[in-house]
C-alpha cells in the first residue's frame, strides 16, 4: 500500500460523542498536516507535525486533539464537537523544509457530520 | 493574512472550449502550486511554479507565475469532461514560512 491513507471515510457524530481520525503515510516523510475543508472557503491548516513535534497550530479549538505517536502515523482526537466543525478533514504528508518547490501528499480525507 | 483570490468560483463549458482560472494576491509568495480535486478524493497536485515569470505545460494545461510571483493563471485548451473537478492554488510566501495558503478554489464542469 502507498502514499496518505486515511481512516474512516466517512463519521456521523453527535455532540457528545468522542471519535479519532487516522492517517497513516507510507512515503517516509517526515512532515505531517490536517487541513479543515469546508464549503465557500479555503483549505484551513489545522497542525503540523515535524518529526512527531508540533510545530504549528492555526488557533485550532480545543475539542480538536491531535496526535503523533511516531512520523508515519498521525491522529486527530474529536470531543464535544459543533455542527459548524462538520467538514472534510485531510490528511497530508511531505518532505520538510517545503521551501524548494517540495509537494505535499494527501489523503482521500474523512467527511465529518456532526448532528 | 495571506489571501489568495481564485476566479471564477465556477465555471461550466461544453468541450473543446477553452479555459482561464486565475490565482491572485497582493503578497509575495516563493512558490505557488495548482491541485485538482475530485469528488470524495484529496487534492492532487498538478504543478508547481517557483520562477517569477515562469511557464509550464503539462498536455492541454498551461501554468504561469506572475514576474512579481504574486498572481499566477491556469489555461486548458479543448477542455474534455475528464477535466471537470475543484482547481485549487496554493502558495508558500515568502520569507520561510512553511504554511501553504490555498485559494477557494474554481469548480470546472465541463459538459459532453
Known amino acids: 500500500e502507498t502514499g496518505v491513507t486515511q481512516t474512516p471515510r466517512h463519521l456521523v457524530m453527535g455532540m457528545t460523542n468522542k471519535k479519532s481520525l487516522k492517517c497513516e503515510q507510507h512515503?517516509?516523510?517526515?512532515?505531517m498536516y490536517w487541513y479543515k475543508q469546508s464549503a465557500k472557503k479555503p483549505l484551513e491548516l489545522m497542525f503540523v507535525?515535524?518529526?512527531?513535534?508540533?510545530?504549528e497550530n492555526n488557533s485550532v479549538p480545543s475539542r480538536f486533539s491531535p496526535e503523533c505517536p511516531n512520523s508515519s502515523h498521525l491522529f486527530l482526537h474529536l470531543h464535544t464537537l459543533q455542527p459548524e466543525d462538520s467538514a472534510l478533514y485531510l490528511c497530508a504528508s511531505s518532505q520538510a523544509p517545503l521551501a524548494g518547490g517540495r509537494r505535499q501528499y494527501f489523503g482521500p480525507g474523512t467527511r465529518l457530520t456532526v448532528l | 493574512t495571506q489571501l489568495l483570490e481564485q476566479s471564477p468560483q465556477f465555471l461550466s463549458i461544453q468541450e473543446g472550449e477553452n479555459l482561464t482560472v486565475y490565482c491572485n494576491s497582493s503578497?509575495?509568495?516563493?512558490?505557488l502550486q495548482w491541485y485538482r480535486q475530485e469528488p470524495g478524493e484529496g487534492p492532487v497536485l498538478l504543478v508547481t511554479v517557483v520562477t517569477g515569470g515562469e511557464v509550464k505545460k503539462l498536455k492541454r494545461l498551461t501554468f504561469q507565475f506572475g514576474d512579481a510571483r504574486k498572481d499566477s493563471s491556469l489555461h486548458i485548451t479543448a477542455a474534455q469532461p475528464g477535466d471537470t473537478g475543484l482547481y485549487l492554488c496554493a502558495g508558500l510566501p515568502q520569507g520561510g514560512s512553511e504554511k501553504l495558503v490555498f485559494g477557494k478554489g474554481t469548480k470546472l464542469t465541463v459538459n459532453p
Open positions: 507535525y515535524n518529526f512527531k513535534e508540533q510545530t
Open positions: 512515503l517516509g516523510h517526515n512532515a
Open positions: 503578497s509575495v509568495f516563493s512558490s
